[in-house]
């Protein structure tokens, strides 16, 4: 950002509050401000102009980068020989969530998305849950469904069971899925 585009705003406001003062003090002795329709003009075009100035030499906004696209070219596919023996490498987790329920089992809420260029089915979730430092158990479930090429399978309370002990954080992975 420039000096300009920084200290334009502010010396518009500046202007444009000493404008507004005028409206109900004039001074007789400035011929702009004289008298207060005078002063009430000056004011408008103080405030006007300025605000046409700044939107004018405000920065251009960039447009956001576009997204990474799940739905790749196949040569950037990943080979399928390596999807077979490990799908679990080829699903991302997002927007995980965990949450206990009223018998203290943890509820696991979020998304896997499929990276690779076959189905993948049932991917086992393991959470790892601690307090602090202290660890406070793993505990892992299947997750039933199959999840399309460039495609996302949405979880909601999928019962993971209960830790070993309290928890208030949780990190989680895909440790086990089939490819079909």
């Not at 400035?30 to 102009?49: C, Q």
């Not at 943890?106 to 393991?126: E, F, H, M, Q, Y």
């Not at 601690?130 to 495609?151: D, E, H, L, N, W």
Request: net charge positive; aromatic share 6%; proline share 8%.
């Amino acid at each position: 950002m420039g000096f300009v585009t920084a200290a334009l705003p502010v010396l518009w406001l500046i202007a444009s509050v000493a404008a507004f003062v005028f409206v109900f003090r004039p001074r007789p002795g400035w011929s702009v401000v004289a008298t207060p329709a005078r002063a009430l003009a000056t004011f408008l075009a103080v405030f006007l102009g300025g605000a046409v100035l700044v939107a004018v030499t405000r920065p251009k906004e960039e447009a956001p980068p576009p997204a990474p696209s799940l739905a790749r070219s196949a040569r950037a596919l990943p080979d399928p020989a390596q999807v077979r023996a490990h799908p679990e490498r080829f699903v991302v987790l997002d927007g995980v969530k965990a949450n206990r329920n009223a018998a203290g089992d943890v509820l696991l809420t979020g998304g896997a998305t499929n990276v690779s260029g076959l189905l993948i089915a049932d991917p086992r979730l393991s959470c790892r849950m601690t307090k602090g430092r202290a660890a406070a158990g793993t505990v892992s479930a299947v997750v039933q469904g199959t999840i399309p090429v460039g495609g996302k399978l949405i979880f909601a309370a999928i019962n993971l069971g209960q830790a070993a002990g309290p928890w208030d954080r949780w990190t989680c992975q895909v440790v086990e899925a089939r490819a079909l």
